[in-house]
């Protein structure tokens, strides 16, 4: 029977307070509103994000919610006035919505959209209130306008995109985060241009995303820098020239120095895929002198802040930042499925497990494990 029009009673993980596991349960998910779409989740990721709203230092972060932001499902009703996907299209949440109406949307100059940033903000639906409920009926705030954690989920309109049945679930799962910021950061912050020398400070799943885009624009030089050496592999089979483990310098020597002596005077690109600041000054400090740029794409802890002496940006060193990698969701990721489809950009090499969604948990301490890029859950079992 179907429960279009209706609230429908499903499994979540829902993060009650900091710091503690998710408790997989029953919750009551409302339909959608205006502007808004129910989606059923197929697969979901767990990323690092989530573990840090998870660990209550994120200053948006609330609780009780449903988190997750990597998903990807089957669109199962829409609410009025929806006229950007149907009931059966395949899509993938973004938390970085594009409506294309607003002051940044029609900028030209930014993938940040204003439309439903405030109410995302606060865990909130664009009219305040929330679509989930517990079986007592009390509110459970969605997160990063997503809420992949659930068999069923309301997003707005604006913070989806469809994508051609002929692709799985898993890899467009993964292009809700980590495999898009990185690629995307490579061929749409930095523009990378041949023969360009880069080097990625952290080979996660966003930084060997942004050695895969420096590897496709055909950079001379793609230097991986981390501290565990299981990323070596890894890192050349992405398409880095280099690995050095800042662990493994002689005592002479720095990363900062080594870098440089190694592409004659510093980089044309730097990635910070770390979320460290320290690395993020490193990274700056090693971009040529002139036209060298750094582009911060990690997430530092609450509260940290960035330094450098103020001479390397006077000598020409740009500092930037990129968030979901520059990528407009709805108007720019049927090109990443595209490069996916030919090969260019690899995506299901990411998955390093797969899971029954009733072991979330296990899955938030995959990450803890030096090997783990990503672990998809099955929202089915
Ligand atoms: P990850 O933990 O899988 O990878 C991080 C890598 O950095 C690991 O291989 C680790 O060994 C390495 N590392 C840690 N400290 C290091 C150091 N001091 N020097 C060198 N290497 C070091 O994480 P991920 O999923 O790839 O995400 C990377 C970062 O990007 C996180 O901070 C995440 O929150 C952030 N992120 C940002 C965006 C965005 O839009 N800006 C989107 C997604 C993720
Ligand atoms: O528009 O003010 C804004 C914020 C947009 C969200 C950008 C998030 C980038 C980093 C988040 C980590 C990824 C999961
Ligand atoms: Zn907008």
């Not at 499903?10 to 808004?36: F, G, Q, R, S, W």
């Not at 709203?53 to 997750?68: A, I, K, Q, R, W």
């Not at 664009?126 to 992949?148: E, L, Q, V």
């Amino acid at each position: 029977m179907s429960a279009v029009g209706k609230p429908i009673t499903c499994t979540a993980a829902i993060a009650y307070e900091a710091n503690k596991p998710l408790t997989v349960t029953e919750i009551v998910v409302d339909p959608p509103k205006a502007h808004e779409v129910r989606i059923k989740i197929v697969k979901t990721a767990v990323c690092h994000t989530d573990a840090y709203s998870l660990s209550g230092v994120d200053p948006e972060g609330l609780f009780p919610c449903v988190l997750g932001h990597e998903g990807s499902g089957i669109v199962e009703s829409i609410g009025a006035d929806v006229t950007n996907v149907k009931v059966g299209d395949h899509v993938i949440a973004l938390y970085t919505a594009e409506c294309g109406k607003c002051k940044f949307c029609l900028s030209g100059k930014t993938n940040l959209c204003g439309s439903v940033r405030a109410t995302q903000g606060k865990g909130v639906m664009p009219d305040g209130t929330t679509r989930f409920h517990d079986k007592d009926g009390k509110p459970i705030y969605h997160f990063m306008g997503c809420s992949t954690f659930s068999q069923y989920t309301v997003v707005a309109d604006v913070s989806l995109v469809a994508f051609d049945k002929s692709v799985s679930f898993e890899p467009t799962a993964l292009l809700g985060c980590g495999v898009t910021t990185g690629y995307g950061a490579a061929i749409k912050t930095a523009n990378i241009q041949k023969g360009d020398t880069v080097a990625v400070f952290g080979a996660g799943t966003v930084g060997l995303s942004v050695v895969q885009g420096a590897k496709s624009r055909g950079a001379s030089k793609i230097i991986v820098v981390d501290l565990n050496n299981d990323k070596k592999d890894w890192s050349f089979e992405f398409g880095a020239t280099d690995f050095v483990n800042p662990k493994e310098l002689k005592d002479s020597e720095d990363i900062v120095s080594k870098l440089i002596e190694m592409t004659d005077g510093g980089l044309d690109f730097t990635f910070d895929c770390t979320g460290n600041v320290n690395v993020m000054r490193n990274a700056l400090e090693a971009c040529h002198k002139g036209w060298g740029q750094s582009i911060i794409i990690g997430v530092a802890a609450a509260g940290q802040e960035i330094a450098t002496r103020p001479f390397q940006l006077v000598t020409g060193r740009v500092w930037r930042g990129s968030a979901f990698g520059g990528i407009k969701g709805r108007s720019e990721m049927g090109g990443l499925i595209k490069d996916y489809q030919s090969g260019t950009l690899k995506v299901d090499e990411f998955i390093t497990g797969r899971r029954p969604f009733t072991e979330i948990n296990a899955a938030f301490e995959d990450l803890h494990n030096g090997s783990c890029l990503r672990t998809v859950l099955d929202t089915s079992t």
